[in-house]
């Protein structure tokens, strides 16, 4: 995998992390659970697990959409 490529997809993945740490509204939460999938999936792209990695981004939209279900609304 190219480095600088990589350097991205860490950032990406590390942002996403804090940001889930910091954010408070869930919606936001979700969004920023998004941006360390985004970030993590091409590198077990890049490792050759393509299974997984279909596996990942089938599953997440999913899970994603019972989260987005359980939160309550009309919050903000």
Do not use: Q, W
């Amino acid at each position: 995998m190219n480095p600088a490529l990589a350097l991205m997809l860490s950032f990406l993945v590390v942002l996403g992390c804090i940001l889930v740490l910091r954010e408070e509204d869930p919606y936001r939460k979700i969004i920023a659970l998004s941006l360390v999938v985004a970030g993590a999936i091409p590198f077990v792209v890049g490792r050759g697990l393509l299974d997984v990695a279909i596996a990942v981004s089938l599953v997440f939209p999913l899970s994603t959409i019972f989260i987005l279900m359980a939160c309550p609304g009309g919050e903000g």
